[in-house]
């Protein structure tokens, strides 16, 4: 069996932790084997089925500046008693670097840089995170990305594989008798239902996407906004939320286990964003037959059906409301049984994974 170490920031519920753990569940076990690197003491999400799937966490320092000493400490000692390693696959963009110099230091052969972006978070570690990624060549000998402006982003000049953001799209393809099911449980009846996903995070721009909700309020007075995810803007949201008086229409709905019933209960999808790799949930989204509206930061390469569109984020917020009204308004048949076909379906794609690991292997 080979033993993959799969270095995140944790596996909490959101778009890359989501995407390995449908390739977790989907490839051959006998064969391959995910082990996670965290960078959070605590325990996550998906911690519980990984260990159920016979993965291990391990839980390493924290990638801040002040904890750099004791991160290499850490890890030069977890390499020496983890012998079983010859593949550390790392999904944390340009801070990728510091767990692939451990594991390049430690002389493991195979060292993967994953692209899931393309921009950096304008946090405090913006600085440190631009100098990281010009050094990434050093550290990494393979790449790989959700898409090509991911790739191009991260490894300008560099050869890389695509990996799809594939998805288990049993969870995602309408169903009507669901549809009513989550609208009654959310006390939904007539009103016309805005969903987004994401952390509440700089990235995902959920104070433009108030901004249109409210403008659409003027028009269209019977409408809920459903907002899911966590993150570090999440109290910041929301007092801008109850700052536009908008708390009777907007539903907070945190992290939840049972987002494919969600979108059915949506009527379309709104993504907003400032930069994104590839999203997971616009794959999600689509599966599940809604119209997506995303903004044009956005890559193209996540459409694959006839119900996306991209706007402008420069555009004014009429424009985008009057957009996502029209886009409601689409009641064309949501169930589309040939999207099973899609490079998407993570039953088509979960080998194309695990032949790259054998191929990168059979060159050690």
């Known amino acids: 069996m080979i033993r993959i170490l799969q270095c995140v920031n944790d596996m909490h519920r959101a778009g890359l932790e989501t995407m390995l753990m449908n390739y977790y569940r989907n490839i051959d076990r006998n064969e391959i084997q995910f082990d996670f690197l965290t960078h959070r003491s605590n325990r996550?999400?998906?911690?519980?089925?990984?260990?159920?799937?016979?993965?291990?966490?391990?839980?390493?320092?924290?990638?801040?500046?002040?904890?750099?000493?004791?991160?290499?400490?850490?890890?030069?000692?977890?390499?020496?008693?983890?012998?079983?390693?010859?593949?550390?696959?790392?999904?944390?963009?340009?801070?990728?670097?510091?767990?692939?110099?451990?594991?390049?230091?430690?002389n493991i052969p195979i060292r993967i840089a994953h692209s899931h972006n393309t921009a950096i978070d304008r946090d405090f570690k913006y600085f440190l995170k631009s100098y990281f990624k010009l050094k990434l060549p050093e550290v990494a000998n393979y790449y790989c990305a959700c898409g090509k402006?991911?790739?191009?982003?991260?490894?300008?000049?560099?050869?890389?594989?695509?990996?799809?953001?594939?998805?288990?799209?049993?969870?995602?393809?309408?169903?009507?008798?669901?549809?009513k099911k989550k609208r009654a449980e959310l006390g939904i009846k007539d009103e016309i239902v805005i969903g987004h996903i994401g952390r509440m995070s700089y990235q995902k721009n959920h104070k433009f996407l108030i901004d249109i909700f409210a403008e659409i309020l003027k028009s269209k007075n019977n409408c809920v906004l459903l907002l899911?995810?966590?993150?570090?803007?999440?109290?910041?949201?929301?007092?801008?939320?109850?700052?536009?008086?908008?708390?009777?229409?907007?539903?907070?709905?945190?992290?939840?286990?049972?987002?494919?019933?969600?979108?059915?209960?949506?009527?379309?999808?709104?993504?907003?964003?400032?930069?994104?790799?590839?999203?997971?949930?616009?794959?999600?989204?689509?599966?599940?037959?809604?119209?997506?509206?995303?903004?044009?930061?956005?890559?193209?390469?996540?459409?694959?059906?006839?119900?996306?569109?991209?706007?402008?984020?420069?555009?004014?917020?009429?424009?985008?409301?009057?957009?996502?009204?029209?886009?409601?308004?689409?009641?064309?048949?949501?169930?589309?049984p040939e999207l099973r076909n899609s490079i998407f379906n993570i039953e088509k794609s979960a080998t194309l994974l695990t032949d790259y690991y054998k191929q990168l292997l059979s060159r050690v």
């Not at 991160?71 to 390499?79: A, D, L, N």
């Open 228 to 336: 899911i995810g966590v993150g570090e803007k999440l109290d910041e949201i929301k007092k801008y939320v109850e700052k536009l008086d908008l708390n009777d229409h907007i539903r907070f709905l945190g992290n939840r286990d049972d987002v494919g019933e969600l979108y059915q209960a949506m009527d379309v999808f709104v993504m907003p964003s400032l930069f994104e790799g590839l999203p997971v949930v616009g794959v999600e989204a689509q599966f599940s037959g809604l119209p997506c509206i995303f903004s044009d930061k956005v890559p193209e390469e996540v459409e694959f059906t006839n119900k996306v569109k991209f706007v402008p984020l420069n555009d004014e917020k009429k424009i985008w409301a009057d957009i996502v009204i029209a886009a409601a308004r689409d009641k064309t048949n949501r169930e589309m």
């Open 149 to 179: 402006a991911a790739g191009e982003f991260l490894f300008p000049g560099k050869k890389y594989t695509y990996i799809p953001n594939a998805i288990e799209i049993d969870r995602f393809l309408f169903d009507e008798k669901v549809r």
């Open 44 to 106: 996550s999400d998906y911690d519980d089925e990984i260990e159920s799937l016979g993965g291990k966490v391990y839980y390493a320092p924290r990638l801040y500046p002040q904890n750099y000493l004791s991160y290499f400490k850490y890890m030069k000692e977890f390499y020496a008693t983890h012998t079983e390693y010859k593949i550390v696959h790392s999904h944390i963009d340009s801070m990728s670097y510091l767990p692939l110099l451990a594991a390049k230091k430690a």
